[in-house]
């Protein structure tokens, strides 16, 4: 199993369309939470940072259920724009004490005019 | 330009030769990671550098791999006697210091194993 867990998609929806990705993860020790965007052949760029209270910027709102070690991201209002993969990551402590990303497999979205 | 920057953004090698590498982090970044990603897949750790220390190397696939980052800035990764599965797009990874989430990529090279 692996640690960070995605929705497979893809995800094709209508422009105007509000969309929800779900991500698990399997390390209860892990520490931040993060949604990153990868465009097609492009280098993954942090989107937003997920707090347990819930945080929104714009369209965009992340939610985090450490209990269930459940992790969201909503889209609303779609722009063609926001075609692209989007990654679920984790962060924990490894042994060199650095913050060590896990990543998702990638949820890609497709937005359609 | 203020960003990671990787070289080559393509190569293409044969089966058996060795590659090296090259990423050229923002300047002051003290922490360096090195991710392989398969298509399809997310970005997956190899490893990373606090300055010029490899502090954690777990993520290197077997001993052909090898990294390094003598001065503390520019780092290289070699890969030895390439294989098929060595087939990926390797990214590079910088943060102002260790302990942020928030790192920012390079493009990444494009490595084609033939």
């Known amino acids: 199993r692996k640690e960070v867990e995605q929705d497979p998609g893809p995800f094709n929806v209508p422009e105007g369309a509000t969309v929800a990705f779900n991500c698990t993860y399997s390390n209860s020790a892990s520490q931040s939470f993060f949604w990153y965007r990868q465009d097609c052949r492009k280098e993954p760029k942090l989107l937003m940072s997920?707090?347990?209270s819930g945080n929104e910027d714009g369209r965009f709102t992340a939610q985090l259920n450490r209990a269930s070690q459940y992790i969201s991201l909503l889209i609303r209002d779609s722009k063609l724009s926001d075609s692209a993969t989007y990654l679920c990551?984790?962060?924990?402590?490894?042994?060199?004490?650095?913050?060590?990303?896990?990543f998702g497999s990638g949820t890609q979205l497709t937005v359609l005019p | 330009g203020a960003g990671v920057s990787q070289s080559p953004r393509y190569k293409v090698a044969k089966r058996g030769q060795d590659v090296a590498l090259r990423c050229d982090p923002i300047?002051?970044?003290?922490?360096l990671f090195w991710y392989q990603q398969a298509l399809g897949q997310g970005p997956e750790f190899l490893t990373y550098?606090?300055?010029?220390?490899?502090?954690?190397k777990s993520g290197l696939p077997s001993d052909r791999f090898f990294a390094e980052r003598p001065e503390g800035s520019v780092s290289t990764l070699k890969i030895q006697r390439t294989q098929q599965e060595d087939s990926a797009v390797y990214l590079c990874?910088?943060?102002?210091?260790?302990?942020?989430?928030?790192?920012?990529f390079g493009d990444g090279t494009r490595l084609s194993i033939l």
């Open positions: 990874a910088s943060s102002l210091t260790l302990n942020t989430g928030s790192q920012h």
């Open positions: 550098f606090q300055n010029e220390a490899q502090l954690d």
């Open positions: 997920v707090y347990s």
């Open positions: 300047s002051g970044h003290v922490s």
């Open positions: 990551v984790v962060t924990s402590i490894s042994s060199g004490s650095a913050r060590q990303l896990t």
